[in-house]
């Protein structure tokens, strides 16, 4: 279980808490290490370790509206770790863009109200694993709904979703990168 996907383990074992369900963590001891580390534990009620090599990238519960929030741990959690790749300024801006472009897509097209976020730096292996999750409306049912399909699979509605043009953004609402560029 790779540490960036406590994102959508954090949203699932959150709406659990939400309808009264008791969490309770058992198992590997590396795991629950690398779950304190990211400070995931401390979400439910674990404790947290301090992470010496600085390569995790904090578990952080957001309320999606709250934009300023997010690009802060952004900077500081994301693009401040110090063995990435040297970029430029230009270059920092356009994949924070593009990352503040998924977490405003849990409020705007998921009619969520919180995004769960968590990540992973492996400096050896020089990749950089984030995800960012949500509990709103997924793709497939949002494509199905503007495009009337009821049939169509997941797999389908991604491929039209990701075309240049393509959006279910209904009225004259300005668009974002869309999902073509991202």
Not at 70 to 78: A, G, H, I, S, V
Not at 138 to 149: A, E
């Amino acid at each position: 279980f790779e540490a960036n996907l406590c994102a959508g383990l954090g949203a699932i074992l959150t709406k659990a808490q939400y309808q009264h369900n008791t969490i309770e963590f058992k198992g590997h001891s590396s795991i629950q290490s690398i779950f304190s580390k990211n400070g995931f534990m401390s979400q439910f009620g674990g404790w947290k370790k301090r992470d010496y090599y600085s390569t995790t990238i904090q578990y952080r519960q957001f309320d999606a509206k709250k934009i300023k929030d997010f690009n802060e741990y952004l900077d500081m959690e994301l693009l401040a770790k110090e063995d990435l790749p040297a970029m430029s300024d230009l270059l920092k801006k356009k994949i924070n863009k593009s990352i503040y472009e998924i977490f405003n897509n849990c409020y705007l097209h998921g009619n969520c109200a919180t995004a769960f976020c968590c990540g992973q730096y492996y400096p050896k292996k020089k990749r950089l694993d984030f995800t960012i999750a949500d509990l709103g409306h997924s793709i497939r049912k949002n494509v199905r709904d503007y495009l009337g399909n009821q049939n169509l699979s997941g797999a389908d509605a991604i491929r039209w979703a990701i075309q240049e043009g393509n959006t279910t953004r209904i009225g004259n609402i300005p668009g974002g990168l869309g999902f073509s560029l991202i």
